[in-house]
């Protein structure tokens, strides 16, 4: 009996109650979508329902919220604080640590919705503003693809992220997303509302990156139905979803500073060439006009944009775009939070909301302008009909574009190649982050674990393509984040508490060094008057001059005196 304790205890590692229950609903939820997808489909979308009606106002002003939180960490006393002791060093260059945040974050999806996006406001412009097809949608499209993608979602990582690092370097904590809650639960997040919070992030998180495991298949299976490998079909993407669990399984078993290290690098290097490529042989000028006059919209308008729901009318637009973007990027954030305070250690607050959410965003303006916008200039000017493309199969759009440029066929194979590589990735830093959070906070789980959920991201993102495909995985994103959010809102307030207490102690400790040197130099002045007064009260003796001792040639006097002396 001992020696199975022994057994289990070396495969699992140190688990307990958030493993097994986050297990068992995982298990559960895939189990009952292969045996009746249509049934689970029909709930899912009757709770998506109920949930956009009556609370969907709630994923809007949140996420603006958590904008405007980091923004005023970033610009506040805060700003200076270091994620560890203050004189640590980062574990990675900055360009790695870049690489890392981006290929972890939402490279996959930048792939993905690159062109498909842009083109899909093209054929149906937001909120019913201007003709199909006309060059006010394509505006129209491009400056909400600006901000579906731009500080909003990156403002989930960030606020994830900066938590957690927070308590696991500075104050040396667990790894886990319950510690963030430290400061406003106390002790109780050892105990059950710490298993609630914790089990809450493993669910979400694996209904995130399922999501983004289905459009990365769908993704690849698109360009490699072009190139005439496999056709486009639901028995093609589980093949595909198969080959690439294998890999990133294969990858969750390296190293951190190895595996997912060396496919950022490698990732970040595709993704510059096929930017690279795109800028040269497309429409440059018009791409960076797009891009500067794009910025500008999303600027002016981010405040409007950001609190649009719609109330008057029964326009479900919202509903489908950008409550869904923000449920995922919601959703993601428990992963890629935790994985990028991983990688975040020895930099300061201000740093890593500059290496997470800004730089972040202008990486993807800048690729939306390029993809998105040569797909317009293609369709508006050249008679190229990327829309329809895009209309039959949102996939499709990107590879469209390629073929309308030199060695187009290249381009198409280093596409599949780059969403490939950000799918496993993304799914390889999500096994590490789940093995993490369900093994009390371990910084290495098990080989077991970290296969165990592997295998269920695969499971979870093959149910939800076969119940509902692309509209199934935003249908499940939205319901699976909204109990997180409300989280993140919590977390919020325990940040500042947290970060407000470390100021105070600074503040505290500096006062008593101030105190400390002004009685120092109260006692030194004290001194120094002591000396002098009791030098005006015993005087010191003055020295005694020295007699002067006349020269010798005084003493003898000169030949002549001598002489006349004599005489």
């Known amino acids: 009996m001992n020696k199975i304790t022994t057994a289990v205890s070396n495969t699992l590692g140190d688990v307990g109650w958030v493993f097994y229950i986050s297990v068992v609903i995982i298990t559960a939820f895939v189990s009952a979508a292969a045996l009746d997808p249509d049934s689970v ?24 919220g958590f904008v405007l939180f980091i923004v005023f960490l970033a610009l506040s006393k805060f700003g200076g604080i270091r994620l560890g002791p203050d004189n640590e060093q980062p574990d ?11 290929s972890g974050g939402m490279g996959v999806g930048l792939v993905f919705w690159g062109v498909a996006e842009p083109m899909m406001h093209f054929n149906e412009p937001p909120l019913g503003l201007g003709q199909p097809r006309s060059a006010e949608a394509a505006q129209m499209g491009m400056r909400y693809a600006f901000f579906h993608w731009g500080f909003h979602q990156w403002a989930n990582f960030t606020l994830v992220g900066l938590a957690i690092a927070y308590v696991r370097f500075r104050h040396n904590s667990r790894g886990l997303i319950s510690e963030t809650f430290r400061p406003l639960l106390g002790d109780r997040v050892d105990r059950g509302w710490g298993n609630v919070i914790d089990i809450l992030a493993v669910v ?16 690849v299976n698109s360009g490699l139905a072009r190139m005439g490998t496999l056709d486009y079909s639901v028995n093609s993407q589980f093949i595909i979803l198969g080959a690439l669990a294998a890999l990133f399984i294969i990858s969750a078993m390296t190293p951190l500073d190895k595996g997912i290290r060396y496919l950022s690098n490698a990732n970040m290097i595709l993704a510059a060439a096929l930017l690279l490529y795109v800028l040269s042989f497309g429409p440059t000028a018009f791409i960076f006009g797009e891009l500067t006059q794009t910025a500008g919209e999303y600027l002016g308008n981010i405040i409007e944009m950001s609190l649009v729901t719609t109330p008057y009318s029964s326009e479900h637009w919202v509903e489908q775009w950008t409550m869904f973007y923000w449920a995922w990027g919601l959703s993601w954030a428990p992963f890629v939070g935790s994985f990028i305070a991983r990688i975040s250690r020895g930099r300061t607050i201000r740093e890593f909301i500059t290496g997470v959410m800004v730089v972040p965003v202008a990486l993807s303006m800048l690729w939306f302008s390029t993809f998105g916008g040569s797909a317009i200039h293609f369709e508006l000017f050249q008679g190229v009909s990327v829309a ?3 209309a039959r199969e949102a996939p499709a759009g990107l590879y469209v574009l390629l073929e309308q440029l030199p060695r187009g066929e290249i381009a198409t194979m280093l596409a599949v190649a780059l969403v490939s590589m950000f799918v496993v990735t993304s799914a390889d830093s999500a096994t590490f982050v789940l093995g993490m959070f369900s093994s009390k906070g371990v910084l290495n789980p098990t080989r077991f674990v970290r296969i165990l959920w592997g295998s269920l991201q695969l499971l979870m993102a093959s149910v939800l393509l076969l119940s509902g495909g692309l509209y199934g995985l935003r249908t499940v994103s939205i319901i699976a984040a909204f109990p997180f959010m409300l989280l993140m809102v919590l977390m919020a307030f325990s940040l500042h508490k947290d970060l407000a207490i470390e100021m105070r102690r600074r503040q505290e400790k500096e006062q008593l060094l101030h105190t400390r040197m002004e009685q120092w130099l109260m006692r030194e002045s004290e001194r120094e008057a002591e000396r002098q007064m009791e030098e005006e009260i015993h005087p010191s003796a003055p020295e005694s001059p020295q007699p002067v001792q006349e020269s010798t040639s005084s003493d003898q006097g000169e030949p002549g005196d001598a002489a006349e002396k004599t005489g």
């Open 92 to 102: 990675f260059s900055y360009n790695s640590w870049l690489a890392m945040i981006f």
């Open 204 to 219: 979400s998180t694996i209904f995130g990156v399922a999501t983004t495991l289905g459009l990365g298949a769908l993704q």
């Open 388 to 390: 329809d493309a895009v």
């Open 41 to 64: 489909e029909a709930i899912a979308q009757q709770v998506l329902e109920l949930t956009a009606r009556n609370v969907g106002w709630m994923y809007l002003l949140a996420t603006s």
